[in-house]
């Protein structure tokens, strides 16, 4: 019994199943549906774009707003330069942004928030204390300075102090990660970068 090329267009291409799901939804195994795709001449999705819609199903977490307001323009142009200066550019999974600092930190989720009108809860933050650190304090202090619930706040086993002098002032609270992990946008991030001229070779 031949699988439809509709049912195979509206759940591989349309609703971006991956070929297991549509294999179970459509009773057969997924060698028929792998046969069905081919002899219909549906291109197969490479593994990485497979998951990306597994874990995606409605598209990109993201949208880019058009058209910005000077002060839109003044916060885009903020948040590239601190993630070209402070940014995590080594992971291909995400774009990161670790500070001590509750103003740059809060300029970045701006961003997010309102230049990539990315969704609140697709936004991640990570708090890395240290022993001297008390983490229920810190965890309320960076709730309070980027109006967030602390139950966003993720927390790691805090680490060893770093030193004397300054660090005690600077890292009294920690430090927070706030980023978004979905390759698209990264890519887009570093898109970004490069039409600045950066060159990740020379770094």
Not at 2 to 19: A, C, G, H, N, R
Not at 45 to 73: C, H, M, T, V, W
Request: charged content about 20%; overall charge positive; aromatic content about 12%.
């Amino acid at each position: 019994m031949p699988i439809s090329k509709t049912d195979l267009l509206q759940l591989y291409i349309v609703e971006k199943k991956s070929m297991h799901d549509v294999a179970k939804i459509l009773n057969f195994s997924i060698h028929k549906v792998e046969y069905w795709l081919k002899k219909y001449d549906i291109g197969r999705r490479n593994r990485s774009n497979a998951n990306y819609a597994k874990y995606n199903p409605d598209g990109d977490p993201f949208q880019i707003k058009e058209n910005l307001s000077l002060d839109e323009e003044k916060l885009f142009s903020l948040a590239i330069g601190l993630y070209w200066g402070e940014g995590g550019k080594t992971n291909y999974q995400s774009a990161r942004l670790t500070n001590s600092d509750p103003a740059m930190i809060m300029i970045y989720y701006q961003f997010l928030t309102t230049i990539c009108q990315i969704k609140p809860v697709k936004i991640h933050f990570h708090l890395q204390t240290f022993k001297d650190n008390n983490i229920t304090l810190a965890k309320k202090y960076w709730s309070e300075k980027l109006n967030i619930a602390q139950d966003l706040v993720n927390t790691s086993k805090p680490i060893p102090s770093q030193g004397k002098g300054t660090y005690k002032h600077i890292s009294s609270y920690g430090v927070m990660t706030v980023g978004v992990y979905n390759t698209h946008f990264r890519t887009w991030m570093m898109e970004q970068l490069t039409k600045l001229g950066y060159n990740s070779r020379i770094r």
